[in-house]
């Protein structure tokens, strides 16, 4: 019997310390969904033959079998293609990590794109809400 108690406590403290916590998961799909979303609005734009400035609606994006939106916006304002969507902090971090710290991926900090890589820095337009994931993109057509 005591046998049997010493090894059911074994594999119970085992099963508590063996496997890593996933407590970033949550951060990380979060940020696979943004970017995702970021292609699959990319594509949609080079694929139209008349870039129409104008907030873009999920509806005409392509997005794959059971991708759902939640959050993010799309809107193209002076040939500029804007990207964005709330996020935390750790989410914005995870994007800027996952696209290797791009030049296009910021956020709206002082209604400017931080960090700023341009002299003088970017203004961001009004839609866009302080603390905002952006991603950029120049339209040249």
Do not use: C
Not at 59 to 65: L, M, T
Not at 126 to 131: C, Q, R, T, Y
């Amino acid at each position: 019997m005591r046998m049997f108690v010493f090894l059911a406590l074994g594999i119970m403290l085992l099963s508590l310390y063996s496997f890593p916590k996933e407590k970033n998961s949550t951060v990380e799909v979060q940020a696979m969904n943004f970017l995702m979303y970021r292609d699959n609005v990319r594509n949609h734009v080079f694929k139209l033959d008349k870039i129409i400035p104008g907030v873009i609606s999920d509806k005409d994006i392509e997005f794959p079998i059971g991708f759902i939106n939640k959050k993010w916006k799309a809107q193209i304002e002076k040939n500029i293609l804007y990207i964005y969507g709330n996020a935390t902090q750790q989410e914005i971090n995870q994007v800027k990590k996952q696209t290797l710290y791009s030049h296009s991926v910021g956020q709206k900090k002082n209604g400017l794109f931080y960090p700023h890589y341009t002299k003088p820095p970017m203004v961001l337009p009004n839609f866009i809400k302080e603390g905002d994931l952006v991603s950029i993109m120049e339209i040249v057509e």
